[in-house]
């Protein structure tokens, strides 16, 4: 039932679609509203993912565009830091050309972060089918996109659900991650569109407080999980469990259950994070899990293990992009496992 049949090796592991955002922050807890200078860093939901998962040792790739400036060129420059793939980012020449921009707050308890978007109108909203070659959709074992990206404006949503069907009908796993944001669309849009994709997804992150939201489901977690693969073809499903006790300090977990074997896979969530930037922390998590799924088919005990560390010490770096290699993760995991004391210094 539903089994994750893993394609053959191709060109990449994984190519994502996604929008390419410069992220502006001020230094520390300082507040938008009064704060002088702002750092600069580069980010978007999928790179976060392909940057996990290059970062941990497979081949990946981004599909996006971007303005043909100097900000595409630092958003290019930092792609290529991370060891992902730009073969497939086209450029916009227009003299309209923009790149999606965003400012973050730091919260503090009981300051809440804040964030103001400024990405309508951007040249990634203008990607097609058009601006691809065939040969695309053969070229990965998997694709992943996320609901922002179906949610930015109706050409977005359109080349990604076509771009959802020829990756699949190239024999690629199809990944997608709801990642609701209420700022883009509302629930019953966001359910209405989604119910439209699942049909080709192989496997799905959701988190409970989202299904719920967004797709009205009722009962427990873990039934909540196992109703998406009796509705749709799906494979596996994901689902974060976050606790905020406050900004800066979070606890972190998940439940992933395979369809195949009927069984949920879960382990002790790590408790007090000490969190320096939760943004895209989630998106770590899913770089972990489809890592090891695709490193480790059908191993989904292990993709826990990594998409639980990658998520959790995703909170405790700076900037949208994870900074960890396999090796640092793996001694993370290690140290989860581990009871009794600890050396506090990896040397």
Same mark, same amino acid.
């Given at each position: 039932?539903?089994?994750?049949?893993?394609?053959?090796? #191709?060109?990449?592991?994984?190519?994502?679609?996604?929008?390419?955002?410069?992220?502006?922050?001020?230094?520390?807890?300082?507040?938008?509203? *009064?704060s002088e200078t702002f750092q600069k860093t580069a980010g978007g939901a999928?790179?976060?993912?392909?940057?996990?998962?290059?970062?941990?040792?497979?081949?990946?790739?981004?599909?996006?565009? &971007?303005?043909?400036?100097?900000?595409?060129?630092?958003?290019?420059? #930092?792609?290529?830091?991370?060891?992902?793939?730009?073969?497939?980012?086209?450029?916009?020449?227009?003299?309209?050309? *923009?790149?999606?921009?965003? =400012?973050?707050?730091?919260?503090?308890?009981?300051?809440?972060?804040?964030?103001?978007?400024?990405?309508?109108?951007?040249?990634?909203?203008? !990607?097609?089918?058009?601006?691809?070659?065939?040969?695309?959709?053969?070229?990965?074992?998997?694709?992943?996109?996320?609901?922002?990206?179906?949610?930015?404006?109706?050409?977005?949503?359109?080349?990604?659900?076509?771009?959802?069907?020829?990756?699949?009908?190239?024999?690629?796993?199809?990944?997608?991650?709801?990642?609701? #944001?209420?700022?883009?669309? %509302?629930?019953?849009?966001? @359910?209405?569109?989604?119910?439209?994709?699942?049909? =080709?997804?192989? !496997?799905?992150?959701?988190? +409970?407080?989202?299904?719920? &939201?967004?797709?009205?489901?009722?009962?427990?977690?873990? +039934?909540?999980?196992?109703?998406?693969?009796?509705?749709?073809?799906?494979?596996?499903?994901? $689902?974060?469990? @976050?606790?905020?006790?406050?900004?800066?300090?979070?606890?972190?977990?998940?439940?992933?259950?395979?369809?195949?074997?009927?069984?949920?896979?879960? +382990?002790?969530?790590?408790?007090? !994070?000490?969190?320096?930037?939760?943004?895209?922390?989630?998106?770590?998590?899913?770089?972990?899990?489809?890592?090891?799924?695709?490193? /480790?088919?059908?191993?989904?005990?292990t993709a826990l293990s990594y998409g639980n560390a990658t998520g959790s010490?995703? /909170? %405790?770096?700076?900037?949208?992009?994870?900074?960890?290699? #396999?090796?640092?993760?793996?001694?993370?995991?290690?140290?989860?496992? %581990? !009871?009794?004391?600890? $050396?506090?210094?990896?040397?």
């Amino acid at each position: 039932m539903n089994a994750l049949k893993m394609p053959e090796p #191709r060109e990449f592991d994984l190519l994502a679609l996604g929008e390419l955002l410069l992220r502006l922050s001020p230094p520390d807890n300082e507040r938008l509203v *009064r704060s002088e200078t702002f750092q600069k860093t580069a980010g978007g939901a999928e790179l976060n993912v392909v940057s996990g998962v290059s970062l941990l040792g497979l081949h990946t790739g981004i599909i996006s565009k &971007l303005p043909a400036n100097d900000l595409g060129t630092y958003i290019k420059n #930092r792609i290529r830091f991370l060891g992902v793939s730009d073969d497939y980012l086209v450029y916009d020449e227009k003299k309209t050309a *923009r790149l999606g921009t965003y =400012y973050y707050e730091n919260g503090a308890h009981p300051r809440k972060p804040r964030i103001v978007y400024d990405r309508m109108f951007t040249s990634f909203q203008q !990607i097609s089918m058009d601006d691809y070659d065939e040969s695309l959709f053969s070229s990965a074992r998997c694709f992943h996109t996320s609901g922002i990206t179906l949610a930015l404006c109706e050409k977005t949503r359109e080349t990604a659900i076509a771009m959802i069907k020829k990756f699949k009908e190239h024999g690629a796993l199809i990944s997608f991650d709801v990642n609701f #944001r209420g700022n883009l669309w %509302t629930g019953d849009e966001a @359910r209405e569109c989604i119910q439209k994709i699942l049909p =080709y997804v192989d !496997i799905f992150f959701c988190s +409970e407080d989202t299904a719920r &939201l967004t797709f009205l489901k009722e009962g427990t977690a873990h +039934e909540i999980m196992k109703s998406f693969t009796e509705e749709y073809p799906i494979s596996v499903v994901a $689902s974060t469990q @976050r606790i905020v006790h406050s900004p800066k300090i979070h606890t972190f977990g998940s439940v992933i259950y395979s369809a195949a074997d009927d069984t949920f896979y879960e +382990e002790e969530p790590y408790r007090d !994070i000490e969190v320096v930037d939760r943004i895209g922390s989630g998106d770590a998590y899913v770089s972990g899990v489809l890592y090891s799924l695709l490193a /480790n088919p059908n191993d989904f005990q292990t993709a826990l293990s990594y998409g639980n560390a990658t998520g959790s010490v995703k /909170n %405790t770096i700076p900037g949208d992009l994870p900074s960890c290699n #396999r090796r640092e993760i793996d001694t993370i995991i290690k140290a989860h496992r %581990t !009871i009794g004391r600890q $050396s506090e210094m990896d040397r």
